[in-house]
């Protein structure tokens, strides 16, 4: 079975544009989580999705937004970019609803913002 | 709230055994994780324990668990130059309906041939 794929795996952006990044789950699960990495901040927990709906998220600014579809992939967005959305973007996914399952995380994508 | 502690370096030998440790805050977290990054990698999941259990042994990982005072250790044993990485601790969040995890910061494992 394929395991957590994201999409691109490397990105370089400049300050105030935008970028969306993909994840496909492993094929049968239904929750999708994101998280940002940082060599400051460490691992942090921006959203989950299940069944199309967020259903929790963490403490980052409104600019951070994401969604989930019908097919369980999910995508995030984040809008005017700072230097500090410099990080490795880590998507997990699970088998069941939230709180329930083991979470397997994909390879990431690194966004460089200039 | 919740916080996840880890030392952040481990220097052992070849052949020798590894122990990492972890303390976390939350004792109303069902599940502990240890997870391993490889340089330019993702998370890859390595065992993870029910806080209801003591240990839990999987081929060379032991996973002590002392709810008492909610430390967590990983023990490696046999460590090989393949086991070079970083290893994070995490629990997951008490609430019953999240699956959100919480981190520790790394520990980085060197294995000195």
């Known amino acids: 079975k394929a395991g957590v794929t994201q999409t691109p795996r490397y990105l370089i952006k400049t300050r105030g544009q935008q970028v969306t990044l993909s994840c496909s789950p492993i094929s049968g699960h239904r929750s999708v989580s994101w998280y940002q990495q940082t060599p400051g901040q460490g691992l942090q927990f921006l959203f989950e999705y299940f069944s199309e709906t967020q259903r929790n998220k963490g403490n980052f600014p409104g600019r951070f937004s994401g969604r989930q579809f019908s097919n369980s992939r999910s995508e995030m967005n984040v809008s005017t970019l700072e230097l500090g959305d410099s990080a490795l973007y880590l998507c997990?996914?699970?088998?069941?609803?939230?709180?329930?399952?083991?979470?397997?995380f994909g390879p990431g994508t690194r966004l460089l913002v200039l | 709230g919740e916080d996840v502690e880890q030392s952040l370096f481990l220097s052992v030998r070849e052949g020798d055994s590894s122990v990492i440790n972890c303390t976390y805050t939350d004792s109303s977290s069902t599940y502990l994780y240890w997870y391993k990054q490889e340089p330019g990698a993702g998370l890859q999941l390595l065992t993870y324990?029910?806080?209801?259990?003591d240990m839990k042994q999987d081929q060379r990982l032991t996973v002590l668990l002392n709810k008492k005072d909610k430390h967590l250790s990983l023990r490696i044993a046999d460590t090989q130059t393949g086991d070079s990485a970083i290893y994070f601790c995490a629990e997951k969040d008490g609430s019953s309906n999240t699956g959100k995890l919480i981190f520790g910061q790394g520990t980085t494992l060197q294995v000195k041939p």
């Open positions: 324990i029910f806080s209801n259990m």
């Open positions: 997990a996914s699970s088998l069941a609803g939230p709180g329930v399952g083991t979470q397997y």
